[in-house]
């Protein structure tokens, strides 16, 4: 699955912008960003927002809301957990985030300097779960030592947990100083990929209108696909931002006609890969290039050495499936969980429906998770000294399941605190063959 944030554009509303995630898509978590300048003189405007909504957003985060500890209670949302992190010896600043009451939260103190922050763990399913931290960055603060305080905050957490920043941090992605370009090489080299670039802010003075950009969202979420978008919504002076990721739903065998078998020779691929002149990547500054160069080479290498051919499935309910942990009473289960998707998707209002959905959809994610885990344990431990049966088993890892190409690089190199330069020493010092075969895969 690409990790990369997928902005949308051009949504006048969360409604708007739901519509314009691909229909088969299962959403995992929603969430909302707004830079309110007073929740109380915008807190009807909020209420009036999350009322109109189809469908409750997770998480609703709220910066700058100019109140104090003493008054906070008063600005319940009905659905939500309030949690907050505000000023108390002077005005302005301060952080709100609302948690739908069904999502278990637990708050990370980390206190800062140069920026406010409330940081929680999300457990978002049984399966899934963030570190979401929003932050807001006053613009009285020194950006040069915000940036390197940022770094500080985000390393905390491991490179391989899902974790979403939203906030505002007053820093332009419309205009080019150094610190800008510090802010993203930071963000880039922790594995945040950028879901904003559109405006946030549109301001009027004296006639003269000013854009920027300073409201942002920068996501890593590995197996699941995120989603961004700012809103044509104002509350205040800026437009609100929005994300969420989820999955495509699987359908399983019986939705794939002629599926096509794909086999690799393994001498071509190595040799595709040992052509690479890998010492261009000294010569590149940003991980995300470095990151780019290396797929372009593995992928080249795949579709050179690769040999498709169509090959049909056998019946709906055989006993014979091309993914070994897949069998009928798993069918049956998707079936019966698509029906439930289906009857809820014309029914959005019945919490009945939406419960067995859901219940069910945990139900095989489980079982699917358990028998992938113990097939692939059995089949390394069968295997383990045979280098091409290894290989076929991490190409089925890399394409069949669950893992992208970016994804095995990023775990490969353990990238948490490396440099560009070290990156590009591995690969001008050590052999493709040796990164390939050194992989570890949990």
Not at 37 to 50: D, P
Not at 174 to 181: L, W
């Amino acid at each position: 699955m690409d990790i990369k944030v997928q902005e949308i554009f051009n949504c006048n509303s969360a409604n708007h912008f739901f519509q314009q995630i691909p229909p088969k898509t299962s959403i995992h978590l929603s969430c909302i960003h707004f830079n309110i300048r007073s929740l109380i003189k915008n807190f009807t405007k909020l209420q009036q927002i999350t009322h109109t909504g189809n469908s409750p957003l997770d998480l609703i985060i709220l910066t700058e809301v100019g109140i104090s500890d003493s008054i906070v209670n008063l600005y319940n949302l009905p659905g939500y957990k309030l949690y907050s992190q505000l000023r108390s010896s002077r005005k302005g600043g301060g952080i709100i985030m609302y948690v739908r009451n069904h999502i278990k939260f637990t708050l990370i103190e980390h206190k800062t300097k140069t920026f406010e922050n409330l940081t929680g763990y999300l457990k978002i399913d049984s399966h899934n779960n963030a570190i979401v931290s929003a932050i807001y960055r006053p613009p009285s603060t020194n950006k040069s030592v915000f940036v390197s305080e940022l770094a500080n905050h985000i390393a905390k957490f491991d490179l391989k947990q899902n974790l979403l920043l939203i906030g505002d941090t007053n820093i332009n992605l419309k205009e080019s100083p150094a610190y800008k370009d510090s802010y993203l090489r930071t963000l880039s080299e922790h594995g945040l990929l950028c879901g904003i670039t559109d405006y946030t802010r549109i301001e009027t003075k004296k006639d003269l209108i000013t854009k920027s950009c300073i409201d942002h969202i920068f996501a890593r979420f590995p197996t699941l696909q995120p989603f961004a978008a700012v809103l044509d919504v104002v509350l205040a002076d800026h437009r609100g931002i929005i994300f969420t990721c989820g999955e495509e739903l699987f359908r399983g065998p019986k939705c794939i006609q002629g599926v096509q078998k794909k086999t690799i020779n393994y001498d071509i691929f190595y040799k595709e890969l040992k052509s690479v002149d890998w010492t261009k990547t000294t010569s590149m500054d940003s991980p995300n290039d470095i990151l780019s160069f290396i797929y372009k080479a593995f992928d080249n290498a795949d579709k050179s050495a690769s040999n498709i051919k169509a090959s049909q499935l056998p019946g709906r309910y055989s006993k014979h499936f091309t993914i070994p942990w897949i069998d009928n009473n798993i069918t049956r289960l998707c079936d019966k969980r698509d029906k439930l998707y289906s009857d809820w998707k014309n029914n959005l209002s019945n919490s009945k429906i939406k419960l067995e959905y859901n219940k069910i959809r945990n139900k095989i994610h489980k079982i699917l998770e358990n028998r992938r885990n113990n097939y692939y344990m059995q089949y390394i431990s069968d295997n383990f000294k045979n280098l091409k049966k290894m290989y076929t088993i991490l190409n089925q890892m890399l394409g069949k399941v669950t893992l992208s190409f970016d994804t095995a690089i990023l775990r490969a190199f353990d990238a948490q605190g490396v440099t560009t330069k070290t990156i590009a020493d591995n690969f001008t010092n050590n052999s493709v063959y040796l990164l390939i075969t050194s992989i570890n895969y949990e």
